[in-house]
């Protein structure tokens, strides 16, 4: 099955055009590059032992993405394409709205004029807010999102079931990332981000080898056993898993329409300061860090309840927090030999 991978050269993108290529899959991808760097077409070669067909374009480009879906007979669509800066949202909602809802738009638009029926949409924890209770289950109300970045995923989700429910052909899942981490154990892929980290891990990993001075933890006077918040952090390659498995889901459903959603974490609520004890031990490196203030739109603590998935599609989390500190730490290090001998 040839299936299109918006965002594939991004984090969560590339991790899934292994898994995919590995599970039988054609991933064909499709990425502007905004926030990714084309030597990652590369490094998935040397992972896959093949290339992967990339088309250098915007998701939001409706002739380009047009003509993709003309010549690649395609038979389903990974969407990862999006901004995802919570902070950079705030700033710039129009970009954040036009971007990832207008490419979600688009696709579904060109998928009808296609008869491409399987779409697999990257969602996430932040529709949640701060939920009352926890864990969260998919059936937990979605709250008013903190952020325009929150908001445009659930907006996404919602106009995805609504085309579902439209009774157009359509079978859709939307998975709901919790905190994805860690990198690919070949330390081939990983996260890249540009300029400072805003995520968690990146920084820590850019700290222990001192491209920053120090971590900031924002905040320990919340609400919880350590006073630092508390996270679901998901490795991204069980992540990546979970769409190959969601696709496969919707090639056993019968009929032309569905839709459901699932939570995509491991299980385990986690605090940072939990997680920065773990990343010394593991990887033997010591961490300098201090408390600062709160992060205006944090919320204290989410994490997942994971029964649907594996009940559902099958899919559970396999690898451990220490896992997942490893694979970035490698990560890290390889990024930092690059520095000294290729452009990153
Ligand atoms: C995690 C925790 C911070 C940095 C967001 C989006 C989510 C997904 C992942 C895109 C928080 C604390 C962080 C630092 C810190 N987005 N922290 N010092 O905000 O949970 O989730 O990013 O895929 O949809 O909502 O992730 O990694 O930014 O923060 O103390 O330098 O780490 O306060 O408690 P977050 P994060």
């Known amino acids: 099955m040839k299936i299109l991978v918006t965002g594939g050269a991004g984090f969560i993108g590339s991790h899934t055009v292994v898994e995919l290529h590995q599970a039988g899959f054609e991933p064909i991808i499709i990425d502007n590059f905004?926030?990714?760097?084309?030597?990652?077409?590369?490094?998935?070669?040397?992972?896959?032992?093949?290339?992967?067909v990339c088309y250098k374009a915007d998701c939001n480009d409706e002739a380009t993405l047009?003509?993709?879906f003309k010549k690649e007979q395609l038979d389903g669509v990974i969407h990862f394409a999006a901004s995802k800066a919570v902070g950079e949202s705030?700033?710039?909602?129009?970009?954040?709205?036009?971007?990832?809802?207008?490419?979600?738009?688009?696709?579904?638009k060109i998928m009808q004029e296609f008869g491409v029926?399987?779409?697999?949409?990257?969602?996430?924890?932040?529709?949640?807010?701060?939920?009352?209770?926890?864990?969260?289950?998919?059936?937990?109300?979605?709250?008013?999102?903190?952020?325009?970045?929150?908001n445009t995923?659930?907006?996404?989700?919602?106009?995805?079931?609504?085309?579902?429910?439209?009774?157009?052909?359509?079978?859709?899942?939307?998975?709901?990332?919790?905190?994805?981490?860690?990198?690919?154990?070949?330390?081939?892929?990983?996260?890249?981000?540009?300029?400072?980290?805003?995520?968690?891990?990146?920084?820590?990993?850019?700290?222990?080898?001192?491209?920053?001075?120090?971590?900031?933890?924002?905040?320990?006077d919340y609400n919880t056993v350590d006073g630092t918040c508390i996270r679901d952090f998901i490795h991204v390659v069980d992540l990546a898993k979970a769409h190959v498995k969601a696709l496969k889901l919707l090639a056993t459903i019968e009929g032309d329409t569905y839709y459901d959603v699932f939570n995509v974490g491991t299980g385990e609520g986690v605090t940072i300061l939990r997680l920065i004890e773990t990343f010394e031990k593991v990887n033997n490196v010591k961490l300098n860090y201090s408390i600062g203030p709160r992060r205006a739109g944090d919320i204290e603590q989410i994490y997942a309840q994971v029964d649907k998935s594996q009940q559902?599609?099958?899919?559970?989390?396999?690898?451990?927090?220490?896992?997942?500190?490893?694979?970035?730490?490698?990560?890290?290090?390889?990024?930092?030999?690059?520095?000294?001998?290729?452009?990153?």
């Not at 779409?119 to 701060?130: A, E, K, N, P």
């Open 153 to 220: 995923k659930r907006i996404c989700e919602d106009i995805i079931r609504d085309v579902v429910t439209s009774k157009a052909e359509l079978k859709a899942i939307s998975l709901r990332y919790f905190n994805p981490i860690g990198a690919h154990e070949s330390a081939e892929i990983g996260e890249l981000p540009r300029g400072v980290p805003s995520n968690l891990v990146p920084y820590i990993t850019q700290a222990a080898t001192g491209l920053r001075e120090k971590l900031t933890i924002f905040g320990n």
């Open 34 to 52: 905004s926030n990714s760097e084309e030597k990652v077409l590369t490094r998935l070669e040397s992972i896959i032992g093949k290339p992967t």
């Open 90 to 108: 705030v700033e710039k909602p129009l970009m954040y709205y036009q971007n990832n809802i207008g490419s979600t738009l688009l696709l579904l």
């Open 117 to 150: 029926k399987n779409f697999v949409f990257s969602s996430s924890c932040t529709v949640y807010g701060q939920p009352d209770f926890l864990p969260v289950t998919e059936e937990t109300p979605r709250q008013e999102a903190a952020s325009p970045y929150g």
């Open 66 to 68: 047009r003509s993709i």
């Open 312 to 344: 559902v599609m099958g899919w559970s989390a396999e690898k451990t927090l220490e896992d997942s500190l490893r694979d970035a730490w490698r990560w890290q290090q390889r990024l930092a030999e690059g520095n000294t001998k290729e452009a990153v």
